[in-house]
């Protein structure tokens, strides 16, 4: 069974403040995404990690992904209370149509 | 451009009855997916549809249905409400399968 799994799980943080959340997942995959999702809000599309050693930035976060390792990264630099939200990793897997696995969210709040 | 829309955004139904679920996809986009997010599941994939075709489907039960129209505007249906069929439905597009997705608002059900 594919499993994705998150951690951590809830994260809070000063602003200011430095963290890397991880997503480890079982089984190979093409691709590896993240999404933010806001409180009672749809799910927005972050970064699209497509090949080993993919390192994406767009603003204080950065993704990368190491395939042999199974294992993403979504690093936060010098949080602010606007990234406070909750962030989803997601694999398709090989062969299978339009199916995604999230893991179960890392619900980051950023304090002043 | 526009993005996914999903109608209606709430809906309130009592256990037995059957929905509806509409989601129109971003122009030029043919892979439909449709998820369930609940607090203690997660999100979980229901079916995707691409032209016009369930290419593949979730676990869930056959009371959850879907089809795709020839403008690929999608529905779900569930028959046979449950009080666990509460959830918040999130459909996605993208160009084809296995390539970014696009989120919509999602619709909000809740089973009474």
């Known amino acids: 069974e594919l499993k994705v799994e998150q951690n951590p799980l809830f994260l809070s943080m000063q602003e200011g403040k430095n963290y890397t959340i991880y997503c480890n997942y079982s089984?190979?995959?093409?691709?590896l995404y993240w999404y933010r999702q806001d409180p009672g809000k749809s799910l927005e599309s972050l970064f699209v990690l497509l090949s080993n050693g993919a390192v994406k930035q767009e603003g204080r976060l950065m993704a990368s992904l190491d395939t042999k390792a199974r294992l993403s990264t979504l690093h936060i630099t010098a949080a602010v209370h606007d990234l406070s939200a909750t962030y989803f990793c997601?694999?398709?897997?090989?062969?299978?149509?339009?199916?995604?696995?999230f893991g179960k969210g890392t619900k980051l709040s950023v304090k002043p | 451009k526009a993005g996914v829309t999903q109608t209606p955004r709430y809906l309130i139904k009592t256990r037995g009855q059957q929905v509806t679920l509409s989601c129109s996809p971003i122009s030029g986009h043919r892979s439909v997916s449709w998820y369930q997010q609940t607090p203690g599941q997660g999100l979980q994939f229901l079916f995707e549809y691409f032209s016009e075709t369930q290419r593949n489907k979730g676990n869930f039960p056959g009371r959850f249905s879907g089809r795709q129209f020839s403008n690929s505007r999608s529905e779900m249906n569930v028959s046979t409400l449950e009080l666990g069929d509460s959830a918040l439905y999130l459909c996605?597009?993208?160009?084809?399968?296995?390539?970014?997705?696009?989120f919509g608002q999602g619709t909000r059900l809740t089973v009474v």
């Open positions: 996605a597009s993208s160009v084809v399968s296995n390539t970014e997705a696009f």
């Open positions: 997601a694999v398709d897997i090989v062969g299978s149509q339009g199916n995604l696995i």
């Open positions: 089984t190979t995959s093409d691709r």
